[in-house]
């Protein structure tokens, strides 16, 4: 059903057609659906959808879409796991896909000015026969823009060691949403005045588009070395995740996956995880030689302390990349157990690890749901994945009753909602679990600031139901408008 | 608005007369610039704080948080202040989770004091700081003053992971948390890195720790040119090894560094009193990681050709590294007459950093250089005791120096100078299209603009 009037969107695809072309520009519900969904639950399909090649025209389309008074959104891949990059509202929404460009690589300095909708595997490939990389690893860093990243602040399994993507961004463009172009932040980083690239990166496009992105370059360490540790029991390999961190141990990557879900992984990629263990370790340590040497000794030490049933560490590239594909792919492998899942991205101290898997399992069989765990063990951020059925009657329902509570457990151990999906349009209802009227009302004030009338991706971040005044308002008034 | 004859009395109401100053004397203590409060008060906890900024939005006052009060020479003067908030009172360890290798601190807990806690635990805070024993957490953050660790460790924003402040509305609000990995909501707690006290009151930050290294070692070696001491410092950047510290000194300041050294009874490397330009080197890990950096610095120096080489260990070690990490209190304290500034550049040529000194010795200053990790250099200009009008000297090699800058792409912000010479050299470059977003921040946070107005720069 169509939100926006005939009228309007008539008159605006006019335009947009005549400013980008016609292969630029999308309208028919059949493309519109392939927008409507990322690797979330939740969905919302854009009225239109437009694939600008420059900045300048991001910032007329933006102009465009103001002066009908259309809501936009920015989307790269569509591989979000929180509803960011979905249309909420209808109207607009901005695709990156074709502003794919790296514009310049500047290994001296390290740097990397790219398009937001380079692909984030794609700088690494660029530069990797020189000796470099781009840190930052999501899963989905195949097919993930860069664009995306910064407007989720992505992590991935090696931002343990190195950091989410804020720690490798140095200077971002930015269209404003009244269609300004402005320059933040510096190519060498520590510009003077406020750091506003810490405020943008992880904004999820509510204060900006991006639409050019300076990254920092890493060096590859001399020694990779990457250890696989099989346990029969959860408990074990969640307590040596405890004792590495406690002993100041910090391996690149510390990723844990439970017994159940390797299964899954193993029909499917047969990357030689064990079918017949309660839950493996994935372990990763990097820098020099010497260094690697005496990390992985003592990772071993802490292995065996804790009842590994076996240490193996891997022999070769081959064996390593295999074990990492299968930690990569590990979501979709999932799609053997049940026809859909939901995605948690709580974060918890890591010395509260063993319970809050505990916790996991009592609440799948509370709810008669079978929960995997693919997760980031060694930064505290968990990844239970509730498998439901939507044939079902009620399952989806349940499952999302089954996140909840698991979500609120992350919070009362002191943990938050999100480590490196970003809050979106999934977990907007949760954010009073973490923040007071006053902390919502600074994030609105700052939110305002940039976007005061929401027609930069509404409905995002903020919750709907209480606890948010007037952006609370505004953006239900521009929902009620449009649904 | 209130009548300053009466703000110590209403604030002593809010607070207990203990907990107010108002004497003259004490209040010299607390300008910024020569600006002097009216009043300063001491709160004992962040509920009071909030009063405090409560009463100040009411009255139509104007606030300053202040720690160590080591670092209040960075900024400008403010456009009014009328209230200190003395926050050495909020100084406890809140959370400390080994475990879990996070904490929180009090805003007003030292640096000193916060590392000493982690310490017993075999852990550490990458804030190795100037003024070290005397500055708070909170001051350390809101100066963005820069940490001997950070070319390893990164800087504050590396592993800052959350914080508590009272907003410009007077409400205690948070951001971030204490977990390592956290994207809900907007990260607000990055914009007071350097914000010099102008968006909030900060009551607590959290931290990410990190564990010792077992050992360490460091040299100094000293070159015959700076081409030779700058070619040296690339191959170590470009070499992969992890050194903690890596900087370069130009030949004066190599000397004020020994003469400090020899001042305390300690003994300074001999390449101190070489005249020449200094590479300091220094990394940390365990034995055979140290062996073996050990080692391949060792092939890296030979084939520079320095003039002397010296390994430092020991007592010399530690307290070369003391030094570098007190550098920019060693260029400020005592030298009124001291402009520095810090230079944002990825790699200063020779060229240009002949041209900087050139430009300080033609009007009869002193230039020194301190090149630092991650393209960050600090130059200093000292105008000496005999300089008549020193200020005037100085404002005009600064403004020349930041002229040969910024044609090289070079950003800075002056850390050091006096209020004349601030009056008459901009502080920052010129002003980028985000300067307005800056403002925009800025009145977000602090509607009423109650907090340090101006300081950071005209109109935040």
Same mark, same amino acid.
């Given at each position: 059903m169509s939100q926006l009037s005939a009228a309007i969107k008539s008159s605006l695809l006019a335009e947009l057609r005549g400013l980008l072309g016609p292969d630029n520009v999308l309208c028919e519900r059949a493309d519109l659906i392939l927008y409507e969904f990322d690797g979330s639950v939740v969905k919302g399909q854009p009225e239109i959808v437009a694939f600008p090649h420059t900045t300048e025209e991001v910032s007329r389309i933006v102009k465009l879409a103001n002066r009908f008074q259309v809501p936009i959104v920015g989307r790269g891949a569509g591989t979000g796991l929180s509803g960011g990059a979905l249309a909420r509202s209808g109207g607009l929404m901005i695709v990156f896909a074709r502003m794919n460009r790296i514009l310049e690589i500047d290994l001296e300095n390290r740097r990397a000015v790219v398009q937001p909708g380079v692909v984030n595997l794609d700088i690494t490939k660029a530069v990797e026969q020189a000796g470099f990389y781009y840190a930052p690893d999501p899963s989905s860093q195949k097919s993930c823009t860069i664009g995306g990243n910064v407007s989720e602040n992505s992590g991935g399994p090696h +931002?343990?060691?190195?950091?989410? +993507?804020?720690?490798? /961004? +140095?200077?971002?463009?930015?269209?404003?949403? &009244?269609?300004?172009? /402005?320059?933040?932040?510096?190519?060498?980083?520590?510009?003077?005045?406020? @750091?506003?690239?810490?405020?943008?990166v992880g904004s999820e496009g509510t204060l900006a588009l991006v639409t050019e992105i300076t990254v920092k370059l890493s060096r590859k360490a001399e020694a990779v070395k990457t250890l696989l540790a099989i346990y029969d029991t959860v408990e074990d390999a969640s307590q040596t995740v405890v004792e590495i961190t406690a002993r100041g141990i910090t391996p690149a990557a510390c990723e844990m996956i439970d017994g159940w879900t390797l299964v899954a992984i193993e029909d499917?990629?047969?990357?030689?995880?064990?079918? @017949?263990?309660?839950?493996?370790?994935?372990?990763?340590?990097?820098g020099l030689r010497e260094a690697a040497a005496e990390q992985v000794t003592a990772i071993e030490d802490v292995c065996n302390l804790h009842h590994a049933r076996e240490v193996r560490i891997a022999k070769d @590239?081959?064996?390593? @990349?295999?074990?990492?594909?299968?930690?990569? &792919?590990?979501?979709?492998?999932?799609?053997?157990?049940? $026809?859909? &899942?939901? /995605?948690?991205?709580? /974060?918890? $101290?890591?010395?509260?690890?063993?319970?809050?898997?505990?916790?996991?399992?009592d609440v799948g069989q509370r709810y008669g749901l079978g929960i995997g765990n693919i997760f980031h063990a060694g930064d505290g951020n968990l990844h239970p994945l509730v498998l439901y059925d939507p044939r079902k009657p009620h399952d989806f329902e349940t499952a999302i009753k089954a996140a909840e509570e698991i979500i609120r457990y992350c919070v009362e151990l002191g943990g938050t909602l999100t480590g490196e999906h970003g809050v979106g349009m999934e977990k907007s209802e949760l954010m009073p679990l973490l923040f007071s009227d006053a902390d919502f009302d600074l994030m609105r004030r700052i939110h305002d600031a940039f976007n005061p009338d929401s027609s930069l991706n509404p409905g995002k971040i903020f919750p709907l139901s209480k606890g948010c005044g007037e952006i609370r308002a505004r953006q239900k008034t521009q929902l009620e408008v449009h649904s | 608005m209130i009548a300053t004859a009466t703000l110590a009395p209403r604030l002593e109401e809010l607070l207990g007369s203990a907990n107010v100053v108002s004497t003259p004397e004490e209040l010299r203590r607390y300008a910024v610039d020569g600006v002097v409060p009216s009043a300063i008060t001491k709160p004992g906890s962040a509920t009071e704080v909030a009063e405090i900024v409560r009463f100040a939005i009411a009255e139509k006052l104007c606030v300053i948080p202040t720690g160590g009060r080591t670092k209040l020479g960075i900024g400008r003067p403010p456009d009014r202040y009328d209230i200190a908030i003395d926050m050495t009172g909020l100084n406890q360890l809140a959370h400390y989770d080994p475990g879990d290798l996070t904490l929180s601190a009090d805003a007003g807990m030292t640096v000193h004091a916060l590392q000493e806690a982690v310490a017993a635990n075999g852990q550490f805070l990458p804030l190795a700081l100037p003024f070290f024993s005397e500055t708070t957490i909170g001051g350390s953050i809101a100066s963005g003053i820069d940490s001997v660790y950070r070319r390893l460790l990164g800087s504050a924003r590396d592993f800052l992971i959350g914080a508590e402040f009272v907003d410009g509305k007077g409400a205690s609000c948070k951001s971030g948390g204490r977990v390592v990995k956290n994207v809900t909501g907007y990260d607000l707690h990055k914009l007071f890195i350097g914000s010099l006290g102008t968006l909030a009151v900060i009551t607590r930050l959290n931290f990410r720790t990190y564990t010792w290294p077992e050992t360490s070692a460091s040299q100094i070696a000293s070159f015959a040119s700076v081409e030779n001491a700058l070619a040296f410092r690339s191959i170590l950047e470009t070499s992969g090894l992890p050194f903690f510290n890596l900087e370069v000194l130009s030949p004066g300041l190599t000397a004020a560094f020994a003469k400090n050294l020899r001042t305390k009874n300690a003994s300074a490397p001999s390449a101190f009193d070489s005249g020449s330009w200094v590479v300091y080197v220094g990394w940390a890990g365990n034995p055979s990681v140290v062996r073996r950096i050990q080692n391949d610095?060792?092939?890296?120096?030979?084939?520079?050709?320095?003039?002397?080489?010296?390994?430092?260990?020991?007592a010399l070690n530690s307290d070369v590294h003391v030094l570098f990490r007190e550098a920019f209190a060693l260029l400020c304290v005592g030298s009124p007459d001291t402009v520095v500034l810090r230079i944002v550049h990825p790699?200063?040529?020779?060229?240009?950093?002949?041209?900087?000194?050139?430009?300080?010795?033609?009007?009869g200053l002193t230039g020194h250089v301190l090149l630092r990790p991650v393209g960050v250099t600090y130059f200093a200009l000292c105008a000496g005791g005999g300089v008549v009008n020193a200020n005037d000297q100085l404002a005009r090699v600064a403004n020349a120096a930041i002229s040969l800058l910024t044609k090289t792409g070079a950003t800075y912000t002056i850390l050091q100078a006096s209020t004349p010479v601030k009056a008459s050299v901009p502080l920052w470059g010129p002003r980028g299209t985000d300067f307005a977003l800056m403002q925009s921040v800025k009145r977000a946070f602090d509607p009423g603009n109650t907090f340090a107005p101006g300081r950071l720069a005209e109109g935040l």
């Open positions: +931002t343990l060691a190195y950091g989410i +993507t804020t720690n490798h /961004v +140095t200077a971002l463009e930015l269209v404003l949403p &009244n269609g300004e172009i /402005v320059r933040i932040g510096s190519k060498q980083g520590d510009a003077p005045g406020y @750091d506003l690239c810490g405020l943008f499917y990629i047969h990357a030689g995880f064990p079918r @017949d263990s309660a839950a493996i370790l994935l372990l990763e340590v990097e @590239d081959r064996e390593r @990349d295999l074990l990492w594909k299968g930690r990569k &792919n590990a979501f979709g492998a999932m799609g053997r157990l049940a $026809p859909a &899942n939901y /995605v948690l991205d709580g /974060v918890i $101290p890591r010395s509260k690890l063993p319970q809050a898997l505990r916790k996991i399992q | 610095l060792e092939v890296f120096t030979l084939t520079c050709a320095p003039t002397q080489v010296e390994a430092l260990g020991g790699r200063l040529s020779p060229e240009i950093l002949r041209n900087l000194s050139d430009t300080a010795s033609k009007e």
